[in-house]
């Protein structure tokens, strides 16, 4: 039997304070400006604001970034989010919510059939990519339901963005959301904003976020199922 779980994560970088010097001073003008005075008021109005993409972009990378939540449905919209200030902490009750979910789906019987979880995400190469990185990191267990690097979306897990896009082209949850007339997931936080967010101490808010964009791709899911 395969019970269906989506998932959902929100990340963000990991850059202490010598890092985020060296990156700011790693910061130069485009090599067209030659006249000091104009490298010096570029780098004046552009050198913060590049230093942070640069910050922001190490959240996109399981070397450089963790997770702060994981948002988790089965079909009956049942969802949970794992939080908390360990990110072993988070992936060990990730794995133990969704084999606690997988194992409600199952039919009360006297003899309990094996179960295969298929996991569900949005730009899921993502999702699950990062998830099983931060554990090989962290030297957490991988469950044997987890898809392996060389798993395949659409046999080993779903997708929807290539449910809709296929391997070659991309979309957006919101514009996915919005093609299929499903209500947006988005409110007063998106992924861009979510490391700022939380530096400023509302994880509970991005826990929100998380949960609805979590509902809204399984809403996506089965209308294109």
């Known amino acids: ?30 090599a067209n400006y030659s006249k000091q005075a104009s490298i010096d008021q570029w780098m004046a109005d552009n050198a913060d604001a590049k230093a942070q993409e640069i910050i922001h972009a190490r959240g996109l990378k399981a070397e450089t970034g963790r997770i702060i939540c994981i948002g988790i449905s089965d079909v009956d919209g049942d969802l949970s989010v ?5 990110e072993r902490g988070i992936l060990e009750n990730f794995f133990a919510a969704v084999e606690r979910k997988a194992s409600l789906d199952l039919p ?4 309990v059939p094996p179960t295969d979880v298929f996991l569900i995400a949005h730009n899921a190469e993502f999702d699950l990519g990062f998830i099983r990185r931060r554990a090989w990191c962290l030297k957490v267990k991988l469950p044997r ?5 060389e798993a395949r979306a659409g046999k080993d897990f779903g997708c929807t963005m290539i449910r809709w896009s296929g391997y070659k ?33 509302r994880l509970s ?6 949960g609805k964009d979590t509902l809204a791709m399984l809403d996506c899911w089965e209308a294109m199922r």
């Open 1 to 30: 039997m395969t019970v269906e779980i989506f998932l959902d994560i929100e990340t963000i970088p990991v850059c202490d304070a010598e890092t985020a010097a060296d990156i700011r001073a790693s910061i130069k003008p485009p």
């Open 82 to 86: 794992v939080s908390g200030a360990d």
């Open 108 to 111: 009360s019987i006297g003899i």
């Open 145 to 149: 339901w987890f898809p392996k690097p």
């Open 169 to 201: 082209d991309r979309i957006s949850l919101a514009n996915l959301c919005l093609a299929l007339g499903v209500p947006s997931p988005k409110g007063d936080i998106d992924g861009s904003m979510v490391w700022d967010a939380h530096k400023e101490g």
């Open 205 to 210: 808010e991005i826990m929100t976020y998380c």
